[in-house]
């Protein structure tokens, strides 16, 4: 290359240096002096490339004090390393702090001269802001679902306190002598008693889904074995319409799919009550399982009743639209549909729906087909099902049964008083305060304790942590009534030790087995 042409390629380098964003220095690795700085510097630095020359060691002090010892062992390391980069932070002259990107790097310059360290100082602060912002956004969003999540259970365990004391003691009155207007004005109230109680449960549902906070166990379940559960739930149902149930004839299915047993047959009772309750008087109910392409297996319920319009049909899936069915005498809240899908969703599966006006409609449920070896654990007929097993204490062994009740609400304390003065034998002590039951419990050493979890002095918790570790109390029967009803916490606290757990508003019916026999064993554990 002549002269001419190598200054004009010199002249294109410099005036492309010159240009960029990206600030150029380049400089003798030791002693420390700059032979170029490009005039970004003043951009990003905001100090001239002629003053960051004259006085290195007032630019390197534009380096944010805090970072300054970090940067200080970079550059050392760029004496000897042939790459090295590091982000810090510098001050501007005019105040402004500012992030930077410098990657250093070693560069011959001629044969034999010492390398000369060539750096690019990139300003990243737009980026860095626009990390910030994103982690703060992603914090905030962790709050506000934490905040949900919280919000949740309490209401829950709010709503659940007072349908206590109304399903409890309309149980209670049931029991009475009544007139026949009385007992059904108390079969009302129960009716929507526990109507209320499953809208609560599926709107939780609902919104724990959302949130995800809705964990699901699952696994391989024979869908036979689910069916007939369903089947057997609805039997006075399909008796009471005159209904023709007609269920698959053989195997078909007598197969596995994936799913968490008890959400597959929430869905499955879902469609069936459905198909029930919009049907005609004498019609049919088919159920049809059929393997499909890709891996799923199909359960379909279909009815010959009142069918859905098409421009319904795309409303099926919305919380609390009842397609305009609200006057028609049939009850419902609108929500199990919008409930199920969200269940399939979450194991995988999806639903289909075929319907035509005054014919039928057809739901299915198509979720992952699985392939077993011999029987799973939960199924019928194999020995691990259904956990409950008899105990050594017959029933009517003890003369009195004194049980010690930890509660501070005062309506659930007269419901379980009143309970127990129907209860031949048992005497109720109870505690309003967590440490003065634990009091009672060690003098008194009661035939079985019941405990609720939110008491004002400690939590019921750590009651039950405390009996459990006390060699006079642990064998004491702790059956823990709580308002909280997630199944992460029901199995906690069966792990803990308590023998059961009943969710309030609890089964009267229930709690009385517990008077019965102290030492049953509590059922599956959710
Ligand atoms: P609901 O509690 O009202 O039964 P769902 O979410 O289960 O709530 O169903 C939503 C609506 O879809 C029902 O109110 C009804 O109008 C319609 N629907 C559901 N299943 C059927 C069916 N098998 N036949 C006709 N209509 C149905």
Known sequence: M??????????????????????????????????????????????????????????????????????RKTMEEAGHAPRVEV??????????????????????????????????VTDITA??????????????????????????????????????????????????????????????????????LDLINEVLDISRIDSGELALSTEPVLVSDVMDEVMDLVVPLVAARNLTVLTPVGDVCHEHVLAD?????????????NAIKYNRNSGEIRLTCSTRPGGEFAITVSDTGIGIGAEELERLFTPFDRLGRENTGEEGTGVGLALSQRLVQLMGGRIEVESAP???????????????????????????????????????????????????????????EQLAARHRGVKLIHAMQGRLGLELISSSQPDL?????????????????????EVTTKDIPTVVVSADASPGQIRRILEMGASGYLTKPFDVEELLRWFDDPHRMEGAVP
């Open 358 to 416: 005054g014919v039928g409609s057809s739901f299915t449920v198509l979720l992952p087909r699985v392939e077993t070896a011999g029987p799973q654990p939960g199924e019928q007929g194999s020995p691990a099902a259904g956990a409950v097993s008899s105990t050594a204490t017959a029933p009517g062994r003890y003369s009195q049964l004194r049980v010690i009740y930890i509660e501070d609400n005062l309506a659930n304390l007269r419901l379980m």
């Open 127 to 196: 980026q860095k802001d626009a990390q910030r912002a994103e982690a703060s956004a992603r914090a905030e969003a962790v709050r506000a679902n934490a905040a949900k999540t919280e919000f949740l259970s309490r209401m829950s365990h709010e709503l659940r306190t007072p349908m206590n004391a109304i399903l409890g003691f309309a149980q209670l009155l049931e029991m009475d002598e009544l007139s026949e207007n009385q007992h059904e004005s108390v079969r009302q109230i129960i009716h929507g008693g526990r109507h209320l």
């Open 261 to 273: 047993r008890q959400r597959f047959k929430q869905v499955l009772l879902n469609f069936v009550s």
């Open 2 to 71: 002549n002269r001419r042409a190598m200054q004009e390629s010199e002249e294109r380098f410099r005036q492309l240096v010159n240009n960029i964003d990206e600030v150029f220095i380049l400089r003798t690795a030791a002693p420390y002096r700059y032979v170029y700085i490009s005039p970004a510097v003043e951009k990003v630095f905001g100090l001239t490339a002629d003053e960051a020359v004259a006085d290195p060691a007032h630019f390197l002090s534009f380096t944010h004090p805090d970072d300054a010892e970090f940067v």
């Open 87 to 120: 982000e810090y932070r510098i001050i501007r002259s005019d105040g402004e702090v500012r992030w930077v990107w410098t990657r250093y790097q070693q560069v011959e310059v001629a044969p034999g001269d010492p390398p000369l360290v060539a750096v690019v």
């Open 449 to 469: 304790i019941l405990l609720d979890l939110h008491l004002p002095d400690m939590s019921g918790e750590e009651v039950l942590r405390r009996l459990q570790a």
